[in-house]
């Protein structure tokens, strides 16, 4: 394929078989969402241009010494890149198995060389070790390992709202996009298609070096309305990209800023404008959850501050620890409708965090989610049932901070307890500078 004739033979040739559905559902990473439509306009793939800048600031030269072949598969919001005869495979739809009340369904799938993540939900009896109610096989029936699980239970199995979402990833002994998903004594056959490509001129891309991320915004016209999606990714397995979707604007060469219209929360956004010369998008900062790294610490009542803890490769500062009093009462109804209501003291604490050393690689501390050990919380049983009581105000009094200091606040603490047993855990840290990316028209 030495021309864009040839290359334009080539998916004439092959466009046929490929199959789009409008109607997507979104990657459920701990919990379930509504399918969205799929606006993109598929052609096959063309070779990426990559914009060359430096620090965020960037000019728009472009080279085509990487010959590059970007994908997108709806309800990831990831880029998917590929070179040479390098294969990228996608679920174009979901896949269902039920019987009478009971189901499990397969929403994405996707592979990167011989791993296959996939999206799945159901209503058959789940428990966190999934693996031990499901497994992978291929086509010649070899079983997959599995690599990595995230798995969200609502309710007991004898609920009627019982309910689970997981996101797992398997590692075959070669590439593939065929297999099956047992349960018990059902097999879902799952069949992934090859995934085109994004058309030249709807697509610009970035590569921001100091969060190893390449970021791609693809526009499309849907009515009177342009609409932009972010799509990224991350080299760092397990790290996640988001952005402030509200915060996102589009900047013309006169500096007058366009904010979106409206946004799906699926890294898509609407505005009232259209592409011209010297427009660019504009994204205030980027955030990067690091999925893989966790610390456990022992936190007295009367430990001397501050205190030094590491997360992966930060080092961070308790600045302050406030132990706090208080009544935990709510009602509380049982699965044969008996109302109880519970009422017993209780502590939460309220730390105060901030890095230790400033970082050199211009990313901020925005959050850190944190638990204390489940044996030091209060645990109420009404006629069998467990139940844990939930601080209505925890999300209120923890929250994402573009401030110097984090505040996170535990409840539900045993009002005996002097010390608590906790973890960190997924750490978000926002990058300080801009990434500002020039659209074409």
């Known amino acids: 394929m030495n021309n864009l004739e040839n290359l334009k033979s080539y998916i004439d040739d092959n466009m046929n078989n490929i199959m789009v559905t409008n109607e997507m559902k979104e990657s459920i990473q701990f919990k379930i969402k509504n399918k969205k439509h799929n606006h993109l306009k598929w052609v096959a793939a063309i070779i990426l241009p ?48 039920s019987h009478n009340e009971s189901y499990i369904k397969v929403n994405t799938a996707y592979n990167e060389d011989n791993t296959v993540t996939l999206t799945m939900e159901g209503n058959v009896k789940i428990e966190k070790e999934i693996d031990k109610y499901i497994t992978v096989v291929d086509e010649e029936n070899n079983k997959a390992d599995i690599i990595s699980s995230d798995i969200m239970i609502s309710n007991s199995i004898n609920n009627n709202d019982y309910q689970w979402s997981a996101r797992c990833t398997y590692e075959f002994l070669k590439e593939t996009n065929k297999f099956k998903i047992i349960y018990d004594n059902v097999n879902i056959p799952i069949i992934m298609s090859e995934l085109p490509g994004i058309p030249l001129e709807t697509y610009n891309y970035i590569s921001v070096q100091n969060i190893n991320t390449d970021i791609a915004v693809v526009t499309n016209y849907v009515e009177d309305r342009l609409e932009v999606n972010l799509l990224s990714q991350s080299y760092d397995k397990e790290k996640s990209i988001s952005f402030p979707l509200n915060d996102v604007y589009l900047q013309d060469s006169n500096g007058n800023k366009f904010y979106s219209r409206d946004n799906n929360h699926e890294n898509t956004l609407y505005f009232d404008r259209k592409l011209e010369n010297g427009i660019r998008l504009v994204i205030p900062y980027v955030s990067i959850t690091d999925n893989d790294v966790h610390s456990k610490m022992t936190i007295g009542k009367y430990d001397s501050l501050p205190l030094d803890f590491s997360l992966g490769d930060k080092e961070l500062v308790i600045n302050n620890v406030e132990w706090i009093e208080y009544n935990e009462k709510f009602n509380y109804r049982t699965p044969e409708n008996k109302n109880h209501i519970i009422e017993e003291a209780a502590q939460k604490i309220k730390l105060t965090i901030s890095e230790g050393i400033v970082n050199s690689d211009k990313l901020k501390l925005q959050n850190i989610s944190a638990v204390v050990d489940k044996e030091q919380l209060n645990e109420y049983i009404k006629e069998g049932v467990k139940v844990i009581w939930d601080d209505p105000y925890a999300d209120i009094n923890s929250q994402d901070s573009r401030d110097e200091n984090i505040e996170i606040v535990l409840s539900n603490i045993k009002n005996t307890q002097e010390e608590v047993n906790l973890i960190f855990y997924a750490p978000v840290y926002t990058t300080v500078d801009s990434v500002i990316i020039p659209l074409r028209p």
């Not at 728009?60 to 997108?72: D, G, H, N, P, V």
């Not at 598969?73 to 294969?87: A, V």
């Open 50 to 97: 990559i914009f060359i800048f430096s620090s965020l600031a960037f000019n728009e030269q472009i080279s085509y010494a990487a010959q590059k072949i970007l994908s997108y598969l709806p309800g990831t919001n990831k880029i998917f890149q590929t070179y040479g005869e390098n294969k990228v495979y996608g679920l174009l739809g979901s896949v269902e198995m």
